[in-house]
């Protein structure tokens, strides 16, 4: 596996919980299911912590902007919780202050820093000569491998019969190299069998184009991928690749996610007895400053402050939720315009808003388990975990109907009685409001309809090991098979539109 993220090493958003959380579920499967070790590459960015015992070798890689075309790397390996985690360290590529990028914006050598990484993890596969079957790249990070694989290994016996499965967790993200810095990737225009355009390479794209199999981490997301509303400027070649493209729901590792477990709760409780829920309740409200003893329903929201969450949405609406007798709880970390109007009237309505802005992964357990409702309107969601944390934690979502929400979450108001959350379709204040209101008044009539809702929503099985694990385990095999049957991807498509500058941010 190659990823630019992996929890709790390094981590900006899900892709690090998935990353970890599905290597730990392939160690764990029965006995000849996955031969071998699963081995996860990773940068060493400043961040991570190195334990002392931990194994180096010191290994030759090739480097276009070296001076004399090579440079040295370090590979760290530590023994993680059912894989071996592979720590590409190079200082000059990884020691910095963040892993994409400052203040001004992205790292302007990003492709040569994850292209060194990806060289690093084939060159360190091909100098121990122990033949990897598939490698798992995750998003435009590791792109790159599946290029240098077909550019500079295709006959090494160690590394060129390695199937490929790209998977992709943010589309909006493409890792576009302008056409002078492709000489960092040791390519240059015009170079056999490498698809750039005029002005340059998008490195997501051509991985796709060269992985045997590539997949997205739902098959709701994986049907929205194919339109060109929601391809981000891929939908085509991502058409093109026919059924060799599809969705894996993402999962939730049960033991990590578990209010009967939790060590940052303030009781512990279950779907058998939910009783403690409420001391969470309680426990939450004092934590942020509201009022423990206030019996009104009580709305939360954790992400990413950016328009693909939804945060603007709940902005909009918060005056009426207030109207509605409900407090809010929000959690986010970045574009803090995003809620310039919703921090106002926090400080104005400090009895009914509680609005936090940094990550704090703490808080964030005691809100699954101290909220009555989780808020998660997102424009847009590949997969989402969060719904899946709420539901386990009895607290159902409202979400809007999209990607991996629509396939996590049955929406009670046209399933009534089978419902594990609310849905609603159009990105508008309106439509969240409404969808908030209809979960207000289950949830103040109570009962067996609202205790009914929430015991479905907390047996919901989204176990990594037993459900999502397996599928990528058959799309490996799938993977294997056509590279050593030698079919080839593919043809890029000739009527795709050319990618937007606005998609190609890295």
């Known amino acids: 596996m190659i990823a630019a993220e992996c929890e709790p090493w390094a981590k900006t958003g899900g892709l690090a919980d998935v990353v970890d959380a599905l290597a730990r579920a392939l160690g764990r499967q029965p006995a000849g299911v996955v031969d071998g070790p699963v081995d996860v590459f990773l940068p060493r960015y400043r961040s991570v912590d190195v334990p002392r015992d931990a194994m180096t070798t010191a290994i030759r890689v090739p480097d276009a902007m070296s ?85 500079w290994y295709r006959d090494d016996p160690v590394v060129g019969g390695t199937a490929a499965l790209m998977t992709i967790h943010n589309l909006a993200f493409h890792g576009w190299v302008p056409r002078d810095r492709l000489r960092e990737l040791g390519l240059a225009p015009g170079d056999a069998g490498i698809a750039t355009d005029a002005d340059g390479l998008d490195l997501l794209r051509t991985g796709i184009e060269r992985a045997e199999l590539v997949n997205t981490v739902s098959p709701g997301f994986a049907a929205e991928a194919l339109t060109p509303d929601y391809g981000m400027g891929l939908d085509g070649v991502l058409r093109a690749k026919g059924d060799r493209f599809f969705g894996i729901l993402n999962g939730l590792d049960d033991a990590v996610w578990n209010p009967a477990t939790d060590p940052a709760l303030a009781r512990h409780y279950s779907a058998d007895d939910r009783s403690g829920k409420a001391d969470c309740r309680r426990n939450l409200l004092a934590t942020v400053g509201l009022d423990p003893d206030d019996s009104g329903p009580v709305l939360g929201m954790i992400g990413r402050l950016d328009p693909q969450k939804g945060f603007d949405l709940l902005t909009s609406a918060a005056k009426g939720l207030l109207s509605r007798g409900a407090r809010l709880v929000v959690l986010g970390s970045g574009d803090a315009k995003l809620v310039n109007e919703l921090r106002i009237l926090a400080e104005l309505r400090p009895d009914a808003i509680a609005l936090i802005e940094r990550f704090d992964r703490t808080l964030a357990r005691k809100i699954y388990a101290g909220i009555d409702l989780f808020v998660m309107p997102s424009r847009f969601e590949p997969s989402g975990q969060g719904q899946m944390i709420a539901l386990r934690y009895g607290s159902p979502p409202i979400v809007r109907r999209t990607g991996g929400l629509r396939d996590t979450v049955v929406d009670e108001l046209t399933a009534p009685g089978r419902g594990t959350g609310f849905a609603f379709d159009d990105a508008t204040p309106d439509a969240l409001f409404a969808a908030c209101d209809a979960a207000i008044s289950a949830y103040e009539t109570g009962g067996p309809g609202w205790d009914g809702l929430v015991s479905r929503g907390m047996a919901v099985d989204f176990d990594w090991t037993t459900g999502s694990a397996p599928r990528y385990v058959e799309a490996f095999e799938r993977a294997v098979a056509i590279r050593r049957r030698g079919e080839a991807a593919p043809a890029r498509p000739r009527s795709s539109h050319k990618t937007s500058r606005s998609s190609r941010r890295t």
């Open 67 to 151: 001076v004399d075309g090579s440079t040295e790397v370090t590979i760290v390996d530590v023994a993680a919780d059912g894989y071996r985690l592979r720590l590409v360290d190079h200082p000059a590529a990884f020691d910095r202050p963040e892993f994409y990028g400052d203040a001004s914006g992205d790292y302007p050598d990003n492709a040569w820093r994850f292209g060194l990484f990806c060289r690093a993890a084939l060159e360190t596969t091909r100098v121990e000569g122990r033949p990897a079957e598939v490698l798992s790249l995750h998003d435009w990070h590791a792109a790159a491998a599946a290029i240098f694989r077909d550019r």
